[in-house]
């Protein structure tokens, strides 16, 4: 069993900064793609960034590419999302989740249903 569990969520005022981590146990972490997502009210889940299992390869939605990076720090289990430059529009409950389908797997996605497993998610609300 995984379990992912995300933090760091806030409430900032538009232009500024959070940064989001994603503490995973009970698997591999270093062998597994990881995702960020963002769902708000009456909206579908919406793909924010992936990284893969190296850290060697990573995508970013249109909406936040030049002021969000996802990064991973393995020796910690951890996955984290650097948000900068927040805008209203950022505002959503942001989750993490593993594709754990193949260990070393090049590959990433951007379809939650790619993903195995997800954490509870950590609200993110940015003022205007």
């Known amino acids: 069993q995984v379990q992912l569990v995300e933090s760091g969520g806030a409430l900032v005022q538009s232009g500024g900064s959070l940064r989001l981590s994603c503490a995973v146990s009970g698997r591999t972490f270093s062998s597994y793609a990881m995702g960020w997502f963002r769902q708000t009210p009456g909206k579908e889940r919406e793909f924010v960034a992936a990284i893969r299992w190296s850290g060697g390869s990573i995508a970013y939605a249109d909406s936040v590419k030049g002021r969000f990076t996802i990064s991973r720090d393995n020796a910690k289990d951890t996955v984290y999302l650097q948000m900068n430059s927040l805008k209203p529009e950022d505002t959503a409950v942001y989750y993490c989740?593993?594709?754990?389908?193949?260990?070393?797997?090049?590959?990433?996605?951007?379809?939650?249903?790619?993903?195995?497993?997800w954490g509870q998610g950590t609200q993110v609300t940015v003022s205007s």
């Open positions: 989740a593993a594709d754990t389908s193949r260990a070393y797997s090049d590959s990433i996605h951007d379809r939650g249903d790619e993903y195995s497993y």
